[in-house]
Nanobody, 116 residues
Framework: QVQLVESGGGLVQPGGSLRLSCTAS????????MDWYRQAPGKERVVVAT???????NYAGSVKGRFTISRDNAKNTVYLQLNSLKPEDTAVYYC??????????WGQGTQVTVSS
């Protein structure tokens, strides 16, 4: 069974930065795409960024130019660098790991709060 552990969330002022990490462990044979989602209170969970095994990335329009997703395959880890943070970025951030086109796993979530 695959387990994902997230870290790096916290409280930051507008314009600040955070770096989120998500590390996978367990019965991992291979890792395909890794994603970051976020969910604000009372809102649906939405995708923020994705990164394929070859390093190609995609971002939600709301975070383009501010967030950067990256991966370290040797460490089974995906990162999300959050820069120029806005109050609207406040949410619980979840990583998602795909071991096939149809099998995915969720991290436990890490809280990001942007407030002055």
């Amino acid at each position: 069974q695959v387990q994902l552990v997230e870290s790096g969330g916290g409280l930051v002022q507008p314009g600040g930065s955070l770096r989120l990490s998500c590390t996978a462990s367990g019965s991992i044979i291979s890792i395909n795409t890794m994603d970051w989602y976020r969910q604000a209170p009372g809102k649906e969970r939405v995708v923020v960024a994705t990164i394929a095994i070859d390093g190609t990335t995609n971002y939600a329009g709301s975070v383009k130019g501010r967030f950067t997703i990256s991966r370290d395959n040797a460490k089974n880890t995906v990162y999300l660098q959050l820069n120029s943070l806005k109050p609207e970025d406040t949410a619980v951030y979840y990583c998602r790991l795909w071991t096939s086109y149809s099998t995915g796993y969720w991290g436990q979530g890490t809280q990001v709060t942007v407030s002055s």
